[in-house]
């Protein structure tokens, strides 16, 4: 079994917290691992690392390395998708990679799993992950279903029919219902939600792309990886629910008899979240005063709310968002207007990830722009040069390795190196632990692209 | 006539942007001076700086001088509490500094004020205070009143009598009402709101301070100024509504005809703002959809309302409170529950005034906090050391004198200078511009109370 785990997507329904450049499988919601995180440790008790293959897009590349460190299992696998498409052509870049890069064989069976979706009881879902491999054994195209716990109008819907073995013939595949239509479904007991996940053999994926999908299939047949790798973007952006569910012969229904949300809205997520007696949910450092059924999420403020009912507010480093309750879906908007305005807020986050560590904003002023650098070790910042700022390291934890010029130097805790323009410099950590610096940039133009790289 | 502005109170109603460090007349509410500027602007086309008596607590001395350097008005008096005490003590102590220190006669016609409330139409306003002054001069005790645009029951009220040359008889003053009471009042015409400004002559307040106030009065009385700012401590706290105007028998009301608010909660605060079409204030970087009748105010991130109605958002630098709409006098049960948990966000402000400058919070993590100095010409941090942490000082503007044990040295813009631990130094600006210095603080303990001086 190979477990295939969609890392790729950019969503901005939980902006603040999620951004283009950050989106939501990187967040921590329910403790300090991220949503990856914990996807990846649900299938590590089932499967070693090496079995895992995750498909991301390159922009994430460094920040899915870091996170797959983080819960020992670097040796899973990275397909870099060169531009974002839909799940489709993800699945069968993955399923390529399975069959050229791991030797794979037609009746190894793939799960295909979302990395951005909380699952509780981890047991239970092996169990029907295991159950659903199975099923997929028997060259069934297997979706996972979710017995509804209300109407939900965000989800698409699953008609099961008649039951064998713990698994259900799918009778059809429902879009989004309205209101009156999703009561419906969940009053006749036989419709589920479709959670995005599948399993199947590989040889099961490639006949039914070759079936419903000549044109993503055409472009895997006869070649190598690299070579589907590099036509990627010719692929057409298509889920894989209407490329090849909606229309495959095999479909079966597994249900999925664990608690799942895909988290889909600052809604679902105060639902996700422990309440206190009034019906708040709070993190980070909050104080209600009379306040009921709201979700209040704090960053590095505290957060007092008073007389306050049916509010969600989030705090990032950034940005603040206060919208009422069931009006969560409208946090696109506020991306989408950002995005008209050209304001970074909409994509990018205060921290980004690069190869040699992170970089996360500290604050900035007339002439001068903090940040905090996290160089891991082994790592250097490359030999570089700003024409308009000078620059001030001062090392908070581990020990700097620079090179000024042509001058070394070893830069301790607590100690500071200062940068004049124009200087050719090079930063790395020699050690074996983090290297935190504080960076101080002075000068009358600030701008990111002010490096000249050698 | 010389001009009282009472300056010492230390409020938590606008909380968080006031606190008891930061009362609300260093607030820049309506554009970017603050109240205490516009107040003393307010006067100074009636009168010259030498004119002005500011009365204000210690802790608040150089924030004020540093307002009235701001409005030229650096001439004006400072008269300092030892201790906050009411508006009966303050105004006494004003009262023996006009007599003893500016040589004023019994004649003089003092003119009290408030530094923390909006008033708009300087002229008419000006008018009103010279028609006082008249009324005033005629030894009657002067209260300012406004005419009620709603039944409010934040204010006392003052029932007017006959009227005589625009200035009225009080019959009587009349406690904060309920809301039936201050409906009836506000029906019936002749109640005004007492403004809490005042007029009277000189030898009319101590006339009146010794018939109804002798725990005041006698020590005033045969005292030098000194004597009597050291005992200040001994008078009663109590207003000057209650210790005198409620018993005076030459009282007399001058209807403030501009307009006036005394911004005691967040909702006054909407009151005044100017609002968009859907009736939402907003001020700093906001974005609403879908909003009605919310006041946003921003510090330094984005605030993005969606689908929210009279919900009032107000975020610091440190804090952010959001409440419902009618709730805002509970902004106080926050401050209340802050100060039982001993925590600085109920005190403190993030910008601290020294007699060199200030000092602002840019934040901090582990091992390190990072500060903004601002140190004014020919001023200086003197001689000190720090046993448990090192810093560092980056020079944005200015040019720093930095004397480190034995050395003396200039540090430019864009220099920097290490302070280990345990070594004497000083931090002076013997430059022409203010100095601004990043200050970073390396260490494991990193409190306020580590530093010693020489």
Not at 259 to 269: C, R
Not at 448 to 454: G, K, T
Request: hydrophobic share 40%.
């Amino acid at each position: 079994m190979k477990v295939i785990i969609l890392a790729g997507g950019g969503g901005s329904r939980l902006f603040p917290l999620s951004r283009k450049a950050y989106p939501k499988q990187f967040l921590a919601l329910e403790d300090d691992k991220s949503l990856l995180v914990h996807t990846v440790e649900r299938f590590l008790s089932m499967v070693s690392p090496e079995d895992i293959v995750l498909v991301t897009n390159e922009s994430y590349y460094y920040h899915v390395q870091n996170e797959l460190e983080l819960c020992h299992a670097d040796k899973a696998h990275i397909v870099l998708e060169p531009i974002a498409r839909n799940t489709a052509p993800a699945i069968a870049l993955a399923a390529k990679y399975c069959d050229t890069e791991l030797g794979c064989d037609r009746d190894e069976v793939l799960v295909i799993a979302a990395a951005d979706h909380v699952i509780r009881q981890r047991e239970a879902f092996a169990d029907c992950v295991s159950k659903a491999a199975a099923v997929a054994g028997e060259d069934a195209f297997v979706t996972f279903g979710i017995k509804p716990r209300s109407p939900e109008t965000g989800y698409g819907y699953i008609e099961a029919g008649e039951e064998r073995d713990g698994s259900f013939r799918v009778l059809s595949f429902k879009e989004k219902p309205d209101l009156a239509l999703a009561e419906q479904y969940l009053a006749a007991g036989n419709y589920y939600w479709n959670s995005g996940m599948f399993a199947f053999r590989l040889g099961c994926i490639l006949d039914e792309l070759a079936a419903y999908q000549p044109e993503i299939s055409g472009l895997l047949e006869g070649r190598s990886y690299q070579e589907v790798h590099d036509r990627f973007e010719d692929m057409p952006s298509i889920s894989i629910d209407y490329a090849v569910a909606e229309h495959s012969k095999r479909v079966r229904m597994v249900p999925l008899s664990c608690y799942w949300n895909d988290i889909g809205s600052w809604d679902a997520m105060y639902d996700i979240l422990p309440k206190d007696k009034a019906g708040n949910a709070v993190k980070g450092d909050c104080i209600t005063i009379d306040c009921k059924n709201s979700l209040l999420i704090g960053h590095d403020r505290l957060i007092a709310g008073i007389g306050i009912d049916d509010l969600l507010l989030v705090e990032s480093d950034d940005v603040i968002v206060a919208t009422k309750k069931g009006n969560s879906q409208k946090v696109k908007d506020v991306v989408d207007t950002l995005k008209k305005n050209h304001r970074k807020e909409a994509t990018e986050h205060t921290t980004l990830y690069y190869s040699w560590g992170t970089s996360s904003a500290l604050g900035k002023g007339k002439n001068y722009v903090m940040r905090k650098l996290r160089i891991m070790p082994g790592k250097a910042l490359p030999l570089r040069m700003h024409y308009h700022r000078t620059e001030h390291f001062i090392v908070l934890s581990g020990t700097a390795g620079v090179k000024r010029d042509d001058k070394a130097m070893m830069i301790h805790e607590n100690e500071s190196v200062f940068i004049p323009q124009t200087s050719r410099y090079e930063l790395a950590n020699p050690g074996r632990i983090p290297l935190e610096i504080i960076e101080i940039r002075n000068g009358t133009y600030l701008g990111e692209d002010d490096v000249v790289e050698f």
